[in-house]
């Protein structure tokens, strides 16, 4: 089964509503990585990296400039290489109501909404929905960006 964001929050809902303590998920290793995107239309890694051990990835991408998300906006979104012009094309679509998402693209595995300067955003997913082998790349989908605003994902 491919991962939806709308997967994540439900799980988040059912999470909070039914008071689990996060000590509940203590076999859960979550690993953390940070991302910042600037003025400048780039971000500040060309490579993320995260351990076959770890079970959930929380990215926090942050805005490092001033500019506001209507005229530098950015996100985080993971693909497989192979869908990355695809998810592009259908993010610039969706315009940024849909933070340049398509809604329901089953080929985005994980993404934040879009930022602009000041900003932060974090998202959370599974280690379950990566196969070991495969590649996979983040880009940011607001229009014209991906270009310089990309960078490879590696697990295992
Ligand atoms: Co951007």
């Known amino acids: 089964m491919r991962w939806s964001r709308d997967l994540v929050a439900a799980a988040l809902l059912i999470g909070a509503a039914s008071g689990i303590p996060h000590t509940a998920h203590a076999a859960d290793d979550v690993c953390k990585l940070e991302i910042s995107g600037n003025d400048l239309m780039q971000y500040d ?17 942050k805005h490092a400039g001033t500019l506001p998300k209507e005229a530098m906006g950015h996100n985080w979104v993971l693909v497989r290489a192979a869908d990355l012009s695809a998810v592009a094309n259908a993010g610039m679509a969706a315009g ?44 940011c989908t607001y229009p014209g960006h991906n270009s310089s605003m990309r960078g490879t994902f590696k697990f295992g």
């Open 45 to 61: 890694k060309k490579e993320l990296a995260v351990s076959g051990d770890c079970t959930q990835v929380q990215v926090t991408l």
């Open 96 to 139: 940024l109501q849909n933070n340049y998402v398509a809604p329901g693209d089953k080929r985005v595995i994980a993404a934040t909404k879009v930022i602009g300067g000041g900003e932060s955003a974090t998202v959370t997913f599974p280690t379950s929905v990566l196969k070991k082998g495969e590649s996979y790349m983040y880009l």
